[in-house]
């Protein structure tokens, strides 16, 4: 039952092989068998099932259901949920439970969907490893030594483990496809706009951007048709149009125009990766496509402008967390000034204080425009190269990530070569393009992610370009060791 897609899974429920109730029991079961994984911050049994039960009801008389209907989908503990708690990795809101369902939340419960639980993530979404969670690390099920990615690591590894049949994800440098590549899952992070942050806890405002996580980008695909579409209670949510992204699944791709940037195949990348993002590319040549180089001459700005644009708007977005408004309080404060500091200094963990300070320090007086400014000015250089490169091409390809999945701990001393992890995404969230990361083989024993990155709003064309290459390989249904 775990191995199904999503589709498998809705078939089985309309032909009565199960029912929802007995399917999410079956789910239920896995999450608590594979607690080790620590991939769920929250389990919640009862509110599943009593979803399942209202799933079955509606099945039963064929009432407004969907493809998603009676499907368990775990949600990323980003997203508030009414009535469960919400805690976005952090002590800081280790007791908050939100009185509202985020607008993703709400259109998942209107699809039938169940939520079994909520997905452990990095602190406030500030990481790439998920070892910055108050609730601990979590870890891959490839290798149990390493880490998943973050900050989704907690969606990724579920996935992966068959723990869940979908979930969902949010990407602000590169969050959801990082974690996707080193576990070896499809991830798709859309167009900036395109899904609705309402209820989704800020980390970047400029940047984040929730997504779907699934097995195949056939199962992507059904999870973004839910997500998708324009919210009025987002004032960054665009008013567009949205596609039936199953319906052009099948096209082909001949003459497919593919731009490689030749910035993303430098000597800084490992040469087994390389090898591996080749043979894929190889792959689409087979399926008709074609192959140019470009150049993108300011992805190399894009580390530096991205740390001090991010860092700057959480400094912004986290100071509503003083233990007065929102948040943790510090027990027996002796006056104002001793409980704003040791409420935030006793919350926050060291990778979202040391973001608060670096964007606290660009956005002072004297500064700003020596750092924010500048770096807003870089992004715009960043965000016309993709433009230049995408007149020529249809879609960019390259690697999601430098490495493979690295060692629990190898990386948490050093926060530059943590930041380093995301050198490939990141500049994507900067230009608010869609982009997606597909399984595409293996490196010493460990997943690889191909990245395809396309123009605004072309999420179908990224989902039709990844299923087609997930016809002519396998590399996305295999499953790790002990999660058969």
């Not at 620590?38 to 064929?62: G, P």
């Not at 192959?291 to 860092?311: D, F, Q, R, W």
């Not at 969230?429 to 605004?456: C, D, H, R, T, W």
Request: net charge negative; charged share 20%; hydrophobic share 40%.
């Amino acid at each position: 039952m775990h191995n199904k897609t999503l589709t498998e899974l809705a078939q089985g429920l309309r032909e009565k092989q199960y029912s929802s109730v007995e399917l999410t029991q079956f789910f239920l079961d896995r999450i608590n068998q594979h607690q080790a994984l620590n991939s769920f911050i929250t389990v919640a049994d009862e509110s599943a099932l009593e979803q399942a039960k209202a799933a079955d009801t509606r099945l039963a008389a064929d009432d407004n259901t969907t493809p998603l209907t009676g499907i368990p989908v775990a949600q990323k503990d980003i997203f508030c949920t009414q009535g469960i708690k919400t805690s976005c990795g952090s002590k800081m809101l280790d007791n908050f439970i939100a009185p509202y369902d985020a607008t993703v939340i709400e259109k998942f419960n209107q699809a039938g969907a169940v939520m079994p639980g909520k997905l452990n993530m990095d602190e406030f979404a500030m990481g790439s490893s998920n070892e910055t969670s108050f609730y601990g690390p979590v870890k891959n099920p490839w290798n149990l030594e390493t880490v998943p990615g973050g900050s989704s690591g907690g969606s990724a590894a579920a996935l992966a483990a068959r723990l869940v049949p979908a979930a969902t994800g949010t990407d602000t440098g590169g969050s959801i496809r990082q974690p996707s590549s080193l576990c070896n899952i499809t991830g798709l992070k859309p167009t900036y706009g395109r899904v609705s942050r309402y209820g989704m806890i800020a980390y970047a405002s400029s940047l984040d951007q929730g997504g779907p996580m699934a097995r195949s980008a056939e199962d992507a695909a059904l999870l973004l048709q839910t997500m998708a579409g324009f919210d009025p209670k987002d004032s960054t949510s665009v008013d567009t149009e949205v596609p039936d992204y199953s319906a052009t699944l099948n096209d082909s791709l001949e003459g497919l125009k593919i731009g490689l940037p030749k910035e993303f195949f430098s000597e800084d990348l490992n040469n087994d990766i390389a090898a591996v993002i080749e043979t894929a590319i190889n792959e689409y040549k087979k399926l008709g496509a074609e192959v140019k180089e470009v150049s993108m001459p300011n992805l190399n700005l894009a580390i530096p402008s991205y740390y001090v644009i991010a860092s700057a708007e959480c400094s912004a977005n986290l100071s509503r967390f003083d233990g007065v408004r929102f948040g943790y309080r510090c027990d027996k404060p002796a006056d104002l000034t001793d409980m704003y500091t040791r409420s935030r200094g006793e919350a926050f963990g060291p990778e979202v204080k040391r973001r608060i300070l670096m964007g606290t320090y660009a956005l002072s007086a004297g500064y700003y425009d020596a750092y924010y400014l500048k770096a807003q000015q870089v992004r715009r250089l960043i965000s016309d190269d993709f433009k230049k490169a995408l007149s020529e091409v249809d879609v960019l390809m390259g690697p999601v990530s430098p490495s493979t999945a690295f060692a629990i701990g190898e990386k948490s001393g050093d926060p530059i070569q943590m930041y380093l992890s995301d050198i490939y995404t990141i500049a994507i969230n900067l230009a608010g393009l869609p982009a997606m990361s597909i399984p595409a083989g293996f490196a010493n024993e460990k997943p690889v992610g191909l990245q395809i990155i396309g123009n605004y709003f072309a999420e179908a064309r990224l989902l039709n370009i990844a299923h087609q290459y997930q016809q002519v390989s396998d590399w996305h249904k295999l499953t790790p060791k002990g999660f058969e």
